[in-house]
């Protein structure tokens, strides 16, 4: 039995945002009081091909008890690409189309995470480099897909266009997450809706919990929505066994004011097992206790439901649980 300090919390963190040490409208400084306001526990700064706001960025934080990372999004013609927890930079400057996996193992050489950042995004002239061109072949080393980028992502084609992409790979076998990135430059207005993304770990976030649960898949993403889901003992990114399960599942309302404008409302979760929708049912308990009989592959959930003016929209997407023969 665990202790009560011990027990599974989760915390709400930033994957990608920027200072004016690259193309961003924030200072160091600002961004770190925005982030603080926002309520965020964890926020990683990944300036365009640098890592010079890095030694003030943890300084302040560290300050204002807002868990960071070293991190750096690649930016190249052919992608970006999010690098998070690397003990040194690894050069970007002459990754080509077909070399990107030999890349891609050098950030891993050097202990580095790896997200694909925006893969839809409109490319050249609107963006250079924004759409992903680089041509991967081993999918194990990456990490992590941004199935959501910037505020208002469930407006955008790009999105659905990344899910596809997410969801196939995951269908193929491979394990890997869906993450979400703000990609913050400056404040937005108001009537514009930010994704969250919720890490969970045992005890307090620290740089290495926060790490430990990004490489594991042990977090998802929400536009308000919280969630509470286990199979049996086991969380997102475990792996169990081939058998017969009983899963809770607990969709919980928002508690970032930054969602009130916005009035989120989950009303349905689909458990989606291998590729199909396994099951899809109203919310219409404060718990949801269920059997499910999962073979080998994965499994994950989603909340669907009211945001805005909208009734039947995507609003969380967890990462999977994985289940071997």
């Known amino acids: 039995m665990k202790r009560k300090e011990d027990s599974m919390k989760q915390y709400a963190v930033e994957l990608h945002s920027h200072t004016n040490h690259s193309d961003a409208h924030f200072t160091v400084a600002e961004l770190c009081q925005e982030a603080s306001n926002f309520g965020y526990d964890g926020l ?32 190249t013609y052919f992608g970006h690409m999010l690098v998070h927890g690397a003990d040194y930079l690894v050069d970007w400057r002459d990754a080509q189309p077909t070399t990107i996996d030999y890349h891609i193992q050098e950030v891993k050489n050097a202990g580095g995470l790896v997200g694909i950042a ?21 999918w194990k080393n990456v990490d992590y897909i941004e199935i959501w980028n910037e505020v208002c992502p469930d407006e ?24 979400a990135g703000r990609d913050w430059h400056r404040l937005e207005g108001l009537d ?14 620290t740089p290495t919990s926060f790490r430990q649960a990004l490489e594991k898949g042990a977090f998802y993403l929400t536009l308000g929505p919280k969630l509470d889901w286990q199979i049996g003992s086991h969380h997102m990114g475990d792996t169990i066994p081939t ?14 004011p930054a969602f009130t404008p916005f009035n989120p409302r989950a ?21 949801i206790t269920l ?3 999962l ?19 995507l609003l969380l997407v967890s990462n999977p649980i994985y289940i071997e023969k």
């Open 267 to 287: 009303n349905r979760v689909k458990i989606i097992h291998n590729g199909e929708v396994y099951l899809d049912i109203p919310i219409t308990e404060e718990k």
């Open 291 to 293: 059997s499910l009989h």
């Open 156 to 179: 955008s084609l790009s999105s659905w266009e990344a899910y596809a992409r997410w969801t196939h790979l995951l269908d193929q076998g491979y394990r890997i997450s869906a993450s």
């Open 44 to 75: 990683i700064l990944t300036d365009h091909n640098t890592a010079s706001g890095y030694p003030e960025f943890k300084k302040l934080a560290d300050e204002k008890g807002l868990v960071t990372m070293r991190g750096i999004e690649w930016t």
């Open 118 to 138: 925006h893969p839809y995004a409109i490319g050249s002239p609107m963006c250079t480099g924004c759409h992903w061109s680089f041509e991967v072949e081993n």
């Open 295 to 313: 073979q080998p592959g994965y499994v994950r959930l989603e909340l669907w439901g009211a945001i805005k003016d909208k009734t039947n929209e």
């Open 192 to 205: 514009k809706n930010p994704a969250v993304t919720y890490i969970e770990t045992v005890g307090q976030l």
């Open 243 to 256: 058998g017969i399960y009983v899963t809770n599942i607990q969709a919980k309302p928002f508690d970032l």
